[in-house]
């Protein structure tokens, strides 16, 4: 995969899935701006795809209001003359039940997430279209912004929404060649240790030094950073042009496409619903088959 020439920006490339998915496309050939909170980090992931060969700049800043945006579509320009491709990786957790979750817990989540996805964009789709050649947005989302899961309020809903904006910014970035897509991430990280379905295997498969199990891999598609970052570097190149408005999930051997939201089962009525109606039809008709919800604890099979 060839991205000789192509200039891309990694939001929280500092570190894990971030810093997998900048030097995964320093290695395809594209020159990166890291970015980071932590001077130190940023620093080290710079160096890091330098002595790799890569063509690489950094910029300390937290995402989420338009002045970091635009300093990061600036320094790609200033340094590299362009700016290509978009990965919105950054990101925090604040877990808390809904009845203990603070508005700062809240607030702090969807700020990063969701309101840096946004920012960033926008400020990467004006450098985009003023350039006229097309370009790449590659929106990180999670899978508990697909399903949700306990203690996850507020990242499962910037999460969801990052999804959401995908889909609308697909068809408004059509005309100008901008394709835009959601990855659907899974793999053994600082972040997802905090899950508590996933911690265990992490935990283990560090302290052995030994692989995921299979299983766990195919199953569950829970994997390495190196495992994700090659969705990045194709939703990169010129070789996903015809992919865009799509989330895709990744993760140990899986590779998978989400559905979009759709109805499932319809029913009709003369002159519309009363509510006795509807909960005299529920259990038989619409309802018959609800829909799951949350992330499913890893199962492992029978010996």
Known sequence: MDLQGKVAVVTGGGRGLGLGYARALAAAGAAVVVNDVAPDMVGAAVDALRSEGGRAAGVVAAVGDSAAAE??????VDAFGRLDV??????ILRDCVLWKMTDDDFDAVVRVHLRGTFTCARAAAVRMREQGTGG???LISSPAGQRGNFGQTNYAAAKAGIVAMARTWA??????G???NAVVPVAATGMTRTIPAFAPFIDAAER??????????????LGTVEDVAALITFLASDASAGVTGQAIGIGGDRLALWAHPKEKAVAFADGGWSADAIAAG??????AEPETYGIPAPTAPEA
């Open 71 to 76: 300093e990061l579509v600036d320094a790609a």
């Open 86 to 91: 978009l990965v919105t990786n950054a990101g």
């Open 136 to 138: 790449r947005l590659v």
């Open 171 to 176: 068809m408004e970035l059509a005309r100008a």
């Open 178 to 180: 901008v394709t835009v």
């Open 208 to 221: 052995t030094g030994a692989p995921l199990p299979r299983w766990l891999r195919r199953d569950e598609g």
């Open 282 to 287: 529920w259990r038989d008709g619409v309802g």
